[in-house]
């Protein structure tokens, strides 16, 4: 059987796996990277938030991927009928990135992995992780390529960056249920024939048809559109009993008053796929000789749009630390790569919570609007979530709450904002 030896072996070439090779590459470490899919392939996770562009920058990513022309996404809207909410990341609390991409995830992964694969990068895509075993930090992972051919790779660290595939979770026995009720999506994209002209066109956009029932609209640079639908996973089996995805994505768009003569009718341009029950959680995010990243350790509510910047912020954090564990610096992985991670994590699970609770949809769409708030929320929307200065980052598991009880109590906001950030 053949078998190499590297420094890091990384599994997944999805945008935590390429940021992870990225900086990698740029210190000189002799990696190599093992994807199952074959690019491009079809993945969820479109819509960007201004966090991952530091992690593109850093990666040595960024340049190529600005090439592209991919859709700028300056901000979000939050639809629920005649209420609109939009925010902007350039009047957001603090400082960081006021822009991002929309993007179709197809082509857009396929230009980081071909981006690191010009600068000499080894990725074996159409590669299924069959076995691992460690000894200390030390690692052999057994490797299946396309024809069916086993090789093993000797490794001093591995991160998995799998995604869905949650490789070593799977392997090693870490995954347990998500905090989080159980909801499920259901997406296509659509040639967006009826696009308006100017911003109204190219603006990401969140159609609120009930508490828990929600539409998102992302449309691309290339004329397409992603459509999906999000709700609990009852009501989403319920659009459509006999598994049409398609027809349940058709009723879910008559649903929207705003968007019902743009979408409706239209053709998917592939059958629409059913995610369900995607949030997912791990026993523990690393261990002797590897890290879990992205989807593979945590992933919450496409809501927010977070997904693709905790990936990016947990694949180069973790790359950054097995490098330096490999080159004789004694890391302590519990502070900080776990718990710096899971105050993020927390952060946007309470949001998240909160947003399904209605005590943030009660903030986002209570008029007059509050700007001061709306800046804070603004930051955390932006992926800022680990800042905290700001107080609805430091204070996140009681300021949505506190704040929304006084709008719902017609208690004046200005009087008793202070007492909630302290």
């Not at 592209?68 to 990135?97: C, H, L, M, T, Y």
């Not at 992302?218 to 999906?228: A, R």
């Not at 523990?284 to 919450?300: H, I, Q, R």
Request: charged share 25%.
């Amino acid at each position: 059987m053949n078998t190499s030896e590297v420094d890091i072996l990384i599994i997944g070439a999805g945008p935590s796996g390429c940021v992870a090779a990225g900086y990698l590459q740029q210190q000189g470490a002799n990696i190599k990277v093992v994807e199952k899919s074959k690019f491009p392939r079809l993945v969820v996770g479109e819509s960007l938030i201004p966090r991952v562009m530091d992690h593109f920058e850093e990666a040595g990513l960024l340049g190529n991927l600005d090439k592209q022309n991919f859709q700028k996404k300056p901000g979000a809207r939050f639809i629920r009928g005649q209420v609109i909410s939009i925010f902007d990341f350039s009047q957001k609390f603090g400082e960081g990135w006021d822009w991002t991409w929309q993007i179709p995830r197809a082509d857009f992964d396929m230009v980081m992995a071909q981006t690191l694969i010009d600068k000499g990068v080894d990725i074996s895509f159409e590669t299924t992780v069959t076995a691992i075993s460690f000894e200390g930090t030390n690692s052999v992972t057994t490797v299946v390529d396309k024809e069916g051919k086993e090789s093993q790779i000797k490794a001093k660290f591995v991160i998995d960056s799998s995604g869905y595939g949650r490789v070593l979770p799977r392997l090693l026995h870490l995954d347990k249920p998500s905090k989080l009720n159980p909801h499920s999506a259901i997406f296509s994209h659509v040639k967006d024939i009826n696009r308006p002209e100017g911003i109204e066109g190219t603006q990401i956009s969140f159609d609120v048809l009930d508490t828990e029932v929600w539409l998102w609209v992302i449309p691309f640079s290339n004329g397409n559109t992603s459509l999906g639908i999000v709700a609990d996973t009852a009501f989403i089996e319920k659009l459509a009993e006999n598994g049409d995805t398609a027809l349940a994505l058709q009723r879910a768009i008559q649903l929207s008053d705003f968007y019902v003569k743009r979408f409706a009718g239209t053709e998917f341009l592939f059958e629409p796929i059913h995610l369900k029950n995607y949030s997912a959680a791990v026993t523990k995010m690393y261990g002797d000789g590897f890290a879990l990243t992205g989807n593979s350790s945590e992933f919450l509510d496409p809501v927010f749009s977070s997904g693709v910047c905790f990936a990016t912020e947990s694949g180069i954090l973790a790359a950054k630390l097995a490098w330096r564990e490999i080159n004789g610096e004694q890391i302590d992985w519990e502070k900080d790569f776990t718990q710096y991670m899971q105050r993020g994590i927390d952060v946007f699970t309470t949001y998240v919570k909160e947003w399904y609770t209605g005590n943030l949809q009660t903030l986002f769409f209570h008029r007059p609007e509050n700007l001061d708030v709306k800046e804070k929320v603004c930051a955390v929307l932006a992926g800022y979530v680990w800042n905290e200065e700001n107080p609805f980052v430091k204070k996140h598991n009681r300021v949505i709450r506190s704040i929304a009880y006084m709008l719902e109590n017609n208690k004046e906001l200005s009087d008793n904002i202070e007492k909630t950030y302290k």
